[in-house]
């Protein structure tokens, strides 16, 4: 090892191990894998469900995953808990979003379930007017983004009752007109990913996020706060940032995350990642 304590670090997906291109940098996947020779301990810690956890990711090796933003939390091959939006919530909530046109896709851990008009939507946002520039098809042909080709499309009945919980993309309603509709039954938060728009979201479960489960998930290890990390972009990583003893923000998050890290590191297309685990000895440069 190359310190005396073992640390367990929480790492963000989206904007923290990979980049708007779905894939995770050649220096975050060296880092991640010397970091656990080294005897420490790697959770992913995301606001996406384990079914947008591919094979790219997992592959790198990790110890858990805490998933739907705190929502769901499994290490090893034990599953700690799993907290599932009410059956009549989520009738609601697609009903709501189908009347108004709004893009969505629903989390479960076994699949996402993409809205009629989601995937045209997606392939707009991210290579362009596909139907009628070349360029464009020809990126989206030859660079498919492994998010698109995660999602079931054309499902006739959306109202599943194994859902973590539910993320839209920006739409003619703005972010605080969703947020209202559902005070209450949801947890409206901005989304983390860039593409999406900025008046995307997600809606979760009251009372859940990452610092909650990683608590959780620290007292079943036995494992101190002391020696926690955490490392990520979004504003649903800050409670994880306070929470743990060493809280890293990207150098591509957001102003407000920035203000609460103890530690700012590079972006994604800076080796970022990497910068951080070799600054706090996990791993030597």
Known sequence: MTQERRKIVFIDIDGTLVGDDGKVPESAQIA???????????????GRSKAEIYEEIWGIGFDGLIGAGGGYVESGSETLYHKKVKPEDVRQMVDFFDA???????????ALYGSRNLKAHLERRIY??????????????????????GIT???????????????????SLSFGQIKREFQGKFEAIQCTIPIFGEDSGELMIPG???AVAIADLLEHLKISRQDSMAIGDGMNDAEMLEYCAI???MGNAKP??????????????????????VKYGLISG
């Open 100 to 110: 108004q046109g709004v893009d969505f896709y629903l989390e479960s851990n076994s």
């Open 256 to 277: 407000a995350l920035k203000e609460l890290a103890n530690d700012i590191t590079g972006n994604v297309g800076e080796d970022g990642l990497y910068q951080s685990f």
């Open 128 to 149: 362009g007017d596909v139907v009628n520039d070349p360029a464009a098809k020809e990126q989206m042909l030859l660079s498919p983004h492994p998010f698109i080709a």
């Open 208 to 210: 859940i996020h990452k």
């Open 32 to 46: 991640c894998k010397k970091a656990r020779e080294n005897g420490h301990l790697l959770y992913l810690c995301t």
């Open 247 to 249: 809280g890293i923000a």
């Open 153 to 171: 499309y054309g499902e006739t009945d959306m109202y599943k009752e194994d859902v973590n919980k539910v993320c839209f993309l920006e739409s």
